[in-house]
């Protein structure tokens, strides 16, 4: 039922694949967004609103499509977004992914959500790192959901600080989970399918990104996620914390700006996929909002960005108007779950070779030849 890895050949091909062979209930918890889904829509329309303004006649013979990610180079500027509870979608779940961001090179961040603890994750990074001849560029970092009890934050700092994580990506767009209504839909079918109310207090798990999280300790969920969270606790976690920090969620201009005042190395503009507030700006917005309103934190600090990437041309976008590098969130984890490790590899394959091509067809070389004059951002901002 699922075509062969090399059918897939632009990233909407790995979603298909994936919806093929997972049961319902993993899929819609991949795909789920919030609310309406508006979001989620916009992340990923917003890049086809924007044009390239391509340069012709430049000798472009040989693209380099290396970038470095908080010092640590990378073959590509774009990175696997943290996603908790791969399990719901690949037996082998993190380690399987991993393995697949190893073979290529590529950085990822591990979710504190994870179905695999930080250790068994950095285990199998170590093993797979071995395995290779030449060793392989990738890096792994921690995304860190804060826990409502301050101790069993320091411990999990510790723990993925001792255990060799090299940054601390804080997960700030998060102190409740949004909702999430194709989980609502599947949860009343569940309850009425067994005749139970609505306000029954038996267990149900919408196999959901927080169901599982061994690395907080159990089961996360809502009100295992801190809203309590203020600027202020960046302070005590510098602390505990010696590495880089990162800040994902960032969504309007004036907390890109305290970012840089609390001693931030870099902030990610993400809506959390589409999966958090109802109506978010989509990271493309929120990086053109930065652009006019504090463009000075473009060069002070490390800009990532998340949210409906599909195509390596959306990556090479995001590059000309100041980012770093970019996460990819779905399209791994259909990947993941359609083909395991071979599917991982694939994705990056397909990502790297559009964002090559774009390159060529745009007039550069290298990433470091990028600059916002590049693209035309005059219809999204006009409509
Ligand atoms: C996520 N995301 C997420 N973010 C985070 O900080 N911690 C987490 O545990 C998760 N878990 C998670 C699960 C699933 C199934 C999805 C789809 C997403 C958000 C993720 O890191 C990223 O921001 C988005 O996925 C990027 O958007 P795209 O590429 O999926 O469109």
Redesign the pocket.
């Known amino acids: 039922r699922v075509p062969h890895v090399t059918m897939c050949v632009s990233c909407p091909d790995f979603e298909k694949a994936a919806k093929a062979v997972l049961p319902r209930k993993s899929y819609i918890?991949?795909s789920t967004s919030a609310n309406t889904g508006l979001s989620l829509k916009s992340?990923v329309d917003d890049w086809g609103r924007i044009n390239f303004r391509p340069r012709v006649m430049r000798n472009v013979g040989n693209v380099d499509t290396r970038r470095a990610i908080l010092g640590h180079s990378s073959p590509y500027p774009f990175y696997i977004?943290?996603?908790?509870t791969m399990g719901a979608l690949h037996a082998e779940a993190e380690p399987e992914m991993v393995r697949g961001a190893v073979r290529k090179g590529s950085h990822m961040v591990v979710?504190?959500?994870s179905s695999r603890t930080p250790e068994q994750i950095m285990q199998s990074f170590e093993e797979e790192q071995k395995k290779l001849q030449d060793a392989s560029s990738t890096q792994l970092f921690f995304?860190f959901?804060m826990p409502v009890d301050r101790n069993k934050a320091i411990k999990l700092i510790h723990m993925v600080k001792m255990l060799g994580y090299k940054g601390l990506w804080i997960?700030v767009d998060t102190p409740v989970l949004g909702k999430r209504t194709a989980d609502r839909y599947l949860q009343a079918e569940e309850l009425l399918a067994v005749g139970m109310q609505e306000d029954s207090t038996a267990e149900w798990e919408a196999g959901g990104?927080n169901a599982y999280a061994p690395a907080m300790g159990g089961r996360v969920v809502s009100g295992q996620l801190s809203p309590h969270t203020t600027w202020e606790d960046l302070k005590w976690i510098r602390k505990e914390w010696d590495g880089p920090i990162v800040l994902?969620g960032i969504q309007c201009a004036e907390d890109a700006k305290l970012a840089y005042q609390y001693g931030c190395e870099g902030i990610l503009l993400?809506n959390?996929?589409g999966?958090q507030i109802h109506t978010a700006p989509s990271s493309l917005m929120t990086l053109l909002e930065i652009r006019t309103y504090c463009p000075e934190v473009l060069g002070k600090l490390e800009i990532f960005l998340?949210?409906?990437?599909r195509d390596g041309s959306d990556v090479l976008k995001a590059l000309c108007l100041g980012a770093t590098a970019v996460?990819?969130?779905?399209?791994y984890?259909y990947a993941l779950a359609a083909y395991g490790t071979q599917g991982v590899e694939r994705c990056t394959d397909v990502l790297a070779e559009e964002l090559a091509t774009g390159m060529h067809l745009l007039g550069i070389t290298s990433l470091d030849q990028v600059r916002p004059n590049m693209v035309n951002a005059t219809r999204l901002l006009n409509e």
């Open positions: 918890y991949a992340n977004s943290p996603m908790g979710s504190t959500a995304q959901y997960t990104e994902k993400s959390h996929g999966r998340d949210g409906g990437l996460g990819v969130g779905r399209p984890l």
